[in-house]
């Protein structure tokens, strides 16, 4: 059993940067894949980013060079640097995690079929 804990959310003008924070709460904690995920107003939840156990990251082309997933295993936290934000970028970003799976599926990276645990998600607000 995984709890995710999301924090780091909030209302920003274009341009901006934001940190987003995960605190994967479990016993026993170990690497496997991670990402993040968002859904903004009247759209479809989207794949932002993933993170393999062993650290290797892959970042959707909307977020790629302003977005920057990373996690800190001494904390048992993942975060999501965003940087140059766009209001584009508003919308719920949500944690998710698949403690079964060391290396995060290619096929289904973005549909988020994978995700076995979501954290209750933060708001990002992107002003023009």
């Known amino acids: 059993q995984v709890q995710l804990v999301e924090s780091g959310g909030g209302s920003v003008q274009a341009g901006g940067s934001l940190r987003l924070s995960c605190v994967a709460v479990?016993?026993?904690?170990?690497?496997?894949?991670m990402g993040w995920f968002r859904q903004g107003p009247g759209k479809e939840r989207e794949g932002v980013a993933t993170?393999?156990?062993?650290?290797?990251?892959i970042h959707a082309d909307s977020v790629k060079g302003r977005f920057t997933i990373y996690r800190d295993n001494a904390k048992n936290t993942l975060y999501l640097q965003m940087n140059s934000l766009k209001p584009e970028d508003t919308a719920m970003y949500y944690c998710?995690?698949?403690?079964?799976?060391?290396?995060?599926?290619?096929?289904?990276?973005?549909?988020?079929?994978?995700?076995?645990?979501w954290g209750q998600g933060t708001q990002v607000t992107v002003s023009s």
């Open positions: 479990a016993s026993g904690y170990r690497r496997y894949c």
């Open positions: 998710a995690a698949d403690p079964s799976s060391f290396v995060c599926p290619t096929s289904s990276r973005w549909s988020g079929s994978w995700v076995k645990y």
């Open positions: 993170i393999d156990g062993y650290g290797g990251t």
